[in-house]
């Protein structure tokens, strides 16, 4: 029986359109699934901070892999500027991390490959799809080890890689590859993530060759535009379900880290009825406007135009059913506004590293509170919002006090989820923009000179209310050799905040225990030389809670 969500643009047969739906989305899984088998970084390898995702011969993206959100929704724009700026053909494979060109953060490195299917071998002949994988690398340069350090402009934090081919026609551009591995403290280890990105690619490529070689091309094609409209027509349902207004919020983070000053992101929801004719590529229903928004900040919380959109299109795609496609349609009927020069949309040279993972967080708890007036029902209290960035880096201790290879570890520490409407949050999760994981003690113990001296929940974190919300961690390293500590977290000063009536969750915490077991807080921002045998404490914000106790 046909589905009435199908009108006369979708295809006659709804459960195609699923199996193809299923058949790209296991695209982009085994090209993730690829990438994490073959890197060699713990942070790649261990807390799969990568994501990897398909797109249609538009460069339009159809389906993306079950992994890290603020990669998720910005990919496409990394894609755009790959082929728009270069001439990709077969066996090509386009570089790119400059935030200001599509990228979110200089430690975020793109990889964007065309996929020929067809036997078209003429110099002009236009891909059938692309695949791109993106990895977070543990450092790439720049005056911080670890590359997320506290800067003032883009040129400190690490190599600016503009599009560029890193395979030309299946051969390794080495001169572009020897540039990058000059300008990193840990190149063999950026060498063979950049490896496992290739690799990802070419399973994405692989797999697609073989479903078309299965179902044509052109079946496969018309299914890409098919899902987009599935897609888009799905997003219309449920904001028809909205009241429609106009919903506002306001949330700060602590500091830009250079001043005190709290960093204000505001924004607008506006949902408008309807119109009958509006149901495909027509006027969008709602509109996310940041006007409102502080200007860019000197700190490295400003986030470029992709995380604000990247952010959007998560929050959005929270609130559809689990089986709608995670594809471009989902954005037709939504329009973003982030005015240019803003903390939601920096223009060069501000300082970036923090705005993909901080400031990203509190453009999502915003737009959640904006649109918990629209649906109290539905939406949870706010997360720990902050990924609590810890990098440390150093150089390896040999025997007799010797110096060894440098090394940069980097990780993300979860905190506690908000309460939902209808249950607890989650204690000790990593939660909205960041699907990663924690490093196992083993792992971290085995690749850096660290010993882990404490894991656990931070009793009590979470926000009272009617449902309470999760727990902190509290994650602490003691350091067997010397070396800096850089920190970039936030919600130290005020706490997530809780919803109809519950709690706000605790603040975070951040402690340096000296060797004489002298306790010292430090900033939540900035970084700090620890020697052997000092202990670097993380305490993590807890959700808030949900309705009143």
């Not at 939601?344 to 040279?349: M, Y």
Request: glycine fraction near 10%; charge should be neutral; proline fraction near 6%.
């Amino acid at each position: 029986m046909k589905s009435r969500l199908y009108n006369r643009h979708s295809m006659s047969d709804p459960v195609e359109l699923e199996i193809f739906r299923e058949l790209f989305h296991s695209v982009a899984e085994e090209m993730g699934a690829s990438l994490r088998r073959s890197a060699f970084s713990p942070n790649i390898r261990e807390r799969r901070d990568y994501s990897c995702a398909v797109f249609d011969d538009d460069a339009q993206v159809v389906a993306m892999g079950d992994h890290m959100p603020v990669h998720l929704g910005s990919i496409p724009m990394s894609v755009r500027a790959a082929i728009e700026q270069l001439e990709v053909g077969r066996g090509d494979v386009a570089m790119v991390n400059d935030p200001f060109a599509g990228g979110t953060h200089l430690p975020d490195i793109t990889l964007v490959a065309p996929v020929f299917v067809g036997a078209k071998r003429w110099k002009t002949a236009k891909p059938d799809f692309y695949v791109a994988s993106r990895a977070h690398h543990a450092d790439v340069g720049g005056a911080a080890a670890g590359s997320m350090g506290l800067s003032r402009e883009i040129y400190q934090e690490g190599l600016r890689i503009p599009p560029v081919l890193l395979l030309r026609g299946g051969k390794m551009q080495r001169d572009v590859l020897q540039m990058v591995l000059a300008n990193v403290r840990t190149p063999e280890e950026r060498e063979g993530d950049l490896g496992a990105q290739i690799a990802a690619c070419s399973t994405g490529a692989r797999r697609l060759a073989e479903i078309c070689e299965r179902y044509g091309l052109p079946r496969a094609q018309r299914a890409t535009s098919e899902l987009q409209d599935y897609a888009e027509q799905m997003t219309r349902a449920l904001l028809g379900s909205l009241p429609t207004g106009e919903y506002q919020a306001v949330d700060f983070l602590d500091s830009d880290g250079i001043s005190s000053r709290p960093v204000r992101v505001a924004v607008s929801v506006r949902i408008a009825k309807q119109k009958p004719r509006s149901r495909r590529h027509s006027e969008p229903v709602v509109t996310v406007d940041f006007t409102g928004s502080d200007p860019q900040v000197e700190g490295s919380i400003n986030a470029v135009e992709a995380i604000t959109y990247s952010a959007c299109f998560y929050v959005f795609r929270c609130l559809l059913a689990e089986d709608v496609p995670a594809a471009a349609g989902i954005m037709r009927p939504i329009r973003v506004i982030a005015p240019e020069g803003t903390v939601v949309n920096a223009r060069p040279p501000a300082a970036v590293a923090g705005g993909n993972v901080e400031m990203s967080q509190r453009i999502v708890d915003t737009l959640f509170r904006a649109l918990a007036q629209a649906a109290p029902h539905r939406i949870p209290a706010a997360s720990s919002g902050t990924m609590n960035n810890l990098t440390i880096g150093g150089l390896f201790p040999k025997e007799n006090d010797g110096l060894g290879e440098p090394f940069a570890y980097y990780e993300t520490i979860a905190g506690g989820m908000g309460a939902r409407p209808t249950q607890d949050g989650i204690s000790g999760v990593h939660t909205h923009m960041t699907n990663s994981l924690n490093t196992p003690a083993e792992a971290l113990e085995y690749a850096y000179p660290f010993r882990v001296t404490r894991y656990s929940l931070r009793a009590d974190s979470g926000g009272a209310g009617k449902h309470r919300g999760g727990d902190g961690i509290v994650r602490e390293l003691e350091l067997l050799c010397d070396a800096e500590v850089t920190l970039l977290a936030d919600r130290r000063i005020r706490g997530p905040y809780g919803l109809n009536g519950g709690s706000d969750g605790s603040p975070g915490r951040d402690i340096v225990v000296r060797q004489d077991g002298a306790e010292v807080p430090i900033p939540a921002k900035g970084s700090v030389r620890l020697k052997k045998g000092e202990r670097i404490r993380v305490e993590s914000p807890g959700g808030g809670g949900w309705g009143k106790s």
